[in-house]
């Protein structure tokens, strides 16, 4: 399994921007899709963003699109999300995933078969 470690959460204004970014160890990074989710306070996860193996292919949920863009850098073995325009509903723990296909990453009644799950970071944005 991969290893995923999340950072670069924290406390920001509505308009602002964060970027996180979740490294990876263990097995070979660029093998597998990459996902980012959030929750937040008594809700269910979400789906946030996927991207392919090479970076190439990216999808998003409507909630985010045209406001986050997810990358990767294989040689760092690290996935990013960058976050714009924020509101105060973006607020939620925020996960990575690896999975072997965008697919798995983006359909919740398929995330049992997700390879594995980072531990997250609180991303907070005041009104």
């Known amino acids: 399994q991969v290893q995923l470690v999340e950072s670069g959460g924290g406390l920001v204004q509505a308009g602002g921007s964060l970027r996180l970014s979740c490294a990876a160890s263990?097995?070979?990074?660029?093998?597998?899709?990459m996902g980012w989710f959030r929750q937040a306070p008594g809700k269910e996860r979400e789906f946030v963003a996927v991207v392919n193996w090479s970076g190439g292919t990216t999808y998003y949920a409507d909630s985010v699109k045209g406001r986050f863009t997810i990358s990767r850098d294989n040689a760092k073995n690290t996935v990013y999300l960058q976050m714009n325009s924020l509101k105060p509903e973006d607020t939620a723990l925020y996960y990575c995933?690896?999975?072997?296909?965008?697919?798995?990453?983006?359909?919740?009644?398929?995330?049992?078969?997700?390879?594995?799950w980072g531990q997250g970071t609180q991303v907070t944005v005041s009104a």
């Open positions: 263990g097995r070979t990074f660029s093998n597998y899709a």
């Open positions: 995933a690896s999975a072997d296909q965008m697919a798995t990453l983006v359909s919740p009644w398929r995330w049992s078969d997700v390879g594995s």
